[in-house]
């Protein structure tokens, strides 16, 4: 298509080349990230996932030679060919990425439109797209490839031998391997072959296409219908790496408040106010731990954004203010389309100042959905996602603590929003093709942008629909999932690729969204929940209750006991948020992320790492009382229910009856613990316990805690406190060096409670002096002043 290369040039960063048909230039962002641009619809524009991107090129050089365009940095070569073919080397010469160059054949599809009618009448669906590919690229596909990301996308943790469609899309209907496409449009995978891993992000947000090998064996693609050639090469060679790429592009979620890293109960709908009042009391005279309550649409007047219902919420400033004073935050729903109900004011609004998306003739575009007819706000539009933000204060004022955009995709009743429906995506007039999958995005940056503008912290925005960078704005939840077996099992490698992916703070329909659950599957979700970042029980109306205490004594026991081990490891869990800044590693990961090195992980879907120390292998199949769980190879692991200690690289036989989920421990691990409170903030927090796994053999690990206000940006500026924590092994001698911490952050520990795990301690020393210590069934116990700076002792 591009024909031959005539010239090329080199300003800063980028190169420019010219072809015959066409032009394209190969930007390097930093040295193992390289942009390959061309403009097949238009001159390039802004992107909508990646912003205020600082580019940290280093060195470039570049070559003519044998027709082809040669960039290097200290990281990568990329050769650029005729037809804007791309093959990318590391420095020693090893091939990565090579564009394919035999034929592009597809597979063929037997039968004929008369065998689909026939099968249509019975009931068969037949989906194959049929859209016209503008864009489409074709890699080389090695037999030994792995691919993960792309978002919550169904099926397995390994996506070859898959073909996925990005077009956020709401369906209800229960999701099952053969879905192509969900409500996230995360244009973004991993590659992994022969323990060297590299990702390719494709920023378009048109409808796009991923084919990794089930069209034909020899090659992978990525395809548009619409838009540039405009892709993102990032090398690890670390999955973690690429991953750290990835988000230093799109951006990374900002550390949220502690708060929203507790439980969270929801439900369509918690109406009228006394049921909502209910449920809060039942948690707090259950000693069931509780952060947070969601209202759903039916808290709204007539389904009016923005508005309460007098009838079933008559006194809903005060009810407010009662659930805060018993330590509930409350959560509101919001969705986009607004009533078209002339007098109500946000339409008024909207109409006055061209605020909503319009029909090709230039008249306000309405569907139905809840409220009825309605009007979409054109949240491409800067004006318009200020105007929306700004609206957030409506509901903080109200005494809301988040927000919750849901049918953001946009989805609507009244069939899908046509083809040219048009925006004003900051100047650039376009169509719904265009924005579609960048919808529930901007939503979510004005609710973002609106909640901090009100409140002066961390806002907490929950959204169903996404696209690439959403992150920095929203946690997301999975979306409409069913209480089904199937949908607990396919949640586990759902949540590990939006990790991947970059959404870091993900969760699901703790208990399943429709269907009834059972009080086995709630007890095995819980269990899955206790180790996500978002952790929400949700349910649909007209389904059966699923709160912890809904079932039986046996499945309220094992729901207080799991969601207690949450509260006793939120510091691990903000320590994770915290570190993901910087990172961009979620809570919930797969194994290869850590161990990239063990084949053996690479199509583990049923186990996944909480942070680097615990690795979980939760029961996910009805009746199941024992499993068989996988442990790493290069570190012994500690049962964190037992103690026992196993080598890893090998398989084990792992008991567990109803109340277990089996966790294992890294060796050497440190995890700190708080005491359980019914909500974050009851009690004031001036001991930290920490749970030390010793190192086997001779060896260093080092833990880094973190502790801030909770709520506040004042981290941003410097005020936190972090604290260093050494094990260092050395023959029977095991060290603790504490160090002394960053203290900005005005509460401090006034002491430290070490439980070591250990069958016995001998000659304890604290900052050499003689200290004291408890000892029980393979577990000692010493509290340590904040101003000690070592702890030493003999493992016998």
Not at 76 to 99: E, M
Not at 294 to 299: A, M
Not at 339 to 358: E, M
Not at 614 to 620: D, F, H, S, T
Request: charged residues 25%.
């Amino acid at each position: 298509m591009f024909g031959k290369i005539k010239y090329y040039e080199v300003k800063d960063n980028v190169v420019s080349i010219e072809f015959e048909h066409g032009q394209a230039t190969v930007t390097v962002a930093t040295p193992s990230i390289i942009n390959f641009f061309s403009p097949i619809s238009s001159e390039r524009r802004p992107s909508k996932a990646i912003e205020n991107l600082q580019p940290a090129p280093g060195e470039i050089k570049t070559d003519f030679a044998g027709g082809q365009v040669l960039v290097y940095t200290s990281q990568l070569k990329a050769v650029v060919a005729d037809n804007f073919i791309v093959d990318i080397y590391d420095l020693t010469g090893n091939l990565l990425c090579a564009d394919y160059r035999g034929e592009d054949r597809p597979f063929v599809r037997r039968g004929t439109g008369n065998d689909l009618d026939i099968a249509a009448e019975e009931g068969h669906k037949f989906e194959a797209e049929q859209a016209a590919q503008k864009i489409r690229v074709l890699k080389q596909l090695q037999p030994d490839s792995y691919f993960y990301g792309l978002g919550d996308k169904t099926g397995h943790l390994n996506k070859r031998g898959y073909h996925y469609k990005m077009w956020n899309t709401d369906n209800p209907e229960p999701h099952v391997e053969s879905f192509e496409s969900l409500y996230k449009s995360i244009p973004f995978f991993i590659a992994l072959t022969k323990k060297t891993a590299y990702g390719i992000f494709f920023d378009n947000s048109y409808k796009t296409f991923f084919d990794f090998g089930k069209e034909n064996s020899q090659y992978y693609s990525f395809s548009a219908v619409d838009g540039n050639l405009d892709y993102y090469f990032i090398y690890g060679p670390s999955a973690k790496e690429v991953v750290g790429g990835y988000t230093f592009l799109t951006g990374r979620t900002p550390l949220p408040q502690l708060w929203t890293l507790g439980y969270q109960q929801s439900r369509w709908s918690y109406a009228p106010e006394k049921r909502l009042e209910e449920i809060a009391d039942d948690f707090r005279e259950k000693g069931i731990p509780c952060d947070v309550l969601y209202l759903d649409i039916d808290y709204m007047d007539g389904y009016r954004v923005f508005t309460w219902d007098d009838k079933k919420f008559p006194d809903h400033e005060q009810m407010l203010k009662r659930l805060k004073d018993k330590g509930f935050k409350v959560v509101t729903i919001i969705d986009p389309g607004v009533k078209k109900d002339q007098g109500y004011a946000i339409y008024d609004q909207g109409v006055k100042n061209h605020y909503f998306a319009t029909d090709k003739d230039g008249l306000p575009y309405v569907n139905r959905v809840w409220p009825g007819d309605a009007l979409y706000p054109d949240f491409a539009n800067q004006r318009v996602r200020k105007w929306w933000a700004e609206n957030q204060k409506i509901l903080v004022d109200h005494g809301a603590a988040g927000v919750w955009n849901d049918m953001n995709e946009p989805a609507s009743f009244n069939g899908p929003l046509p083809d040219d429906v048009q925006f004003n995506n900051d100047g650039h007039l376009t169509d719904h093709r265009e924005i579609h999958n960048v919808y529930g995005h901007y939503m979510s940056k004005a609710t973002y942008e609106g909640i901090k503008a009100a409140t002066n912290k961390r806002p907490f925005v929950i959204t169903r629909a996404a696209y690439a960078g959403t992150q920095k704005y929203s946690t997301v939840w999975t979306g409409d999932n069913q209480s089904l077996w199937e949908h607990l099992r396919m949640s586990l490698p759902m949540l590990m690729n939006l990790g991947l992916s970059g959404l870091a703070f993900s969760g699901t329909d703790v208990g399943g969204f429709g269907f009834d659950a059972t009080a086995e599957l709630l007890s095995r979700w819980v269990q899955v929940g206790t180790f996500t970042a978002l952790f929400r029980n949700h349910s649909s109306v007209f389904t059966r209750d699923q709160e912890p205490w809904a079932f039986d004594p046996q499945t309220e026991s094992i729901n207080r006991k799991y969601i207690r081990l949450r509260y006793r490891l939120l510091p691990y869990f903000y320590d994770i948020m915290h570190a993901e800044e910087n990172s961009g590693l979620a809570m919930i990961r797969p194994l290869l992320l850590d161990y990239q090195d063990d084949e053996a992980v690479y199509e583990i879907n049923d186990e996944f790492m909480s942070g680097s120390n615990l690795l979980v292998a939760p029961v996910v199949a009805q009746g199941q009382k024992a499993r068989t769980v996988y442990l790493p190879k290069g570190n012994r692991w500690i049962d964190y229910w037992t103690q026992e200690v196993f080598q890893g690289g090998q398989y084990i036989a792992k008991q567990a009856p109803l109340d277990t989920c089996p966790i294992y421990v890294k060796e050497g691990s440190t995890i700190p613990l708080y005491p359980v409170q019914n909500y974050v903030g009851e009690k004031q927090i001036t001991e930290l316990t920490l749970d030390i796994y010793p190192l086997t053999s001779d060896g260093q690990s080092l833990y880094e805690h973190y502790r801030d206000d909770g709520e506040s940006f004042d981290y941003r500026d410097g005020i936190y406190n972090l604290y260093n924590f050494r094990q260092i092994r050395k023959g029977d001698q095991l060290t603790i060096q504490i160090s002394e911490p960053t203290a900005q952050y005005a509460q401090q520990y006034d002491h430290f409670q070490f439980v070591i795990h250990a069958k016995q301690v001998m000659d304890l020393k604290i900052d050499g002096q003689t200290g004291d210590m408890a000892q029980s069934e393979g577990v000692v116990t010493v509290t340590v002043p904040s101003r000690a700076r070592e702890v030493s002792l003999h493992l016998a």
